[in-house]
């Protein structure tokens, strides 16, 4: 039984450990992407809008789509939020 709860210890320290290491690399990751998009704001709003303008060009129902799904999901947010206010 002494036997097994040491293990079990040890084991818990191993997973303890390996788990502040990943933390640390999810960190690292999430603050390269963070500065990327920080340094290239522009450009993003750019590529997206000639994105937007393309689909716009090529298949106008799905803007259509787009906005309708956008709007209910606002709506809902909204219902969600006075909902839990009362």
Do not use: G
Request: net charge positive; hydrophobic share 25%; proline share 1%.
């Amino acid at each position: 039984m002494d036997i097994e709860n040491e293990e079990l210890k040890k084991r818990i320290i191993e997973l303890e450990k390996e788990n502040e290491k990943l933390k640390k690399v999810l960190e690292n990751y999430n603050n390269s992407r963070k500065s990327y998009y920080e340094k290239n704001k522009e450009i993003i709003k750019e590529k997206a809008l000639t994105r937007l303008k393309k689909l716009s060009e090529e298949n106008p129902e799905k803007i259509k789509e787009y906005s309708k799904r956008a709007y209910q999901k606002k709506k809902e947010k909204i219902n969600k939020n006075v909902s839990e206010n009362l």
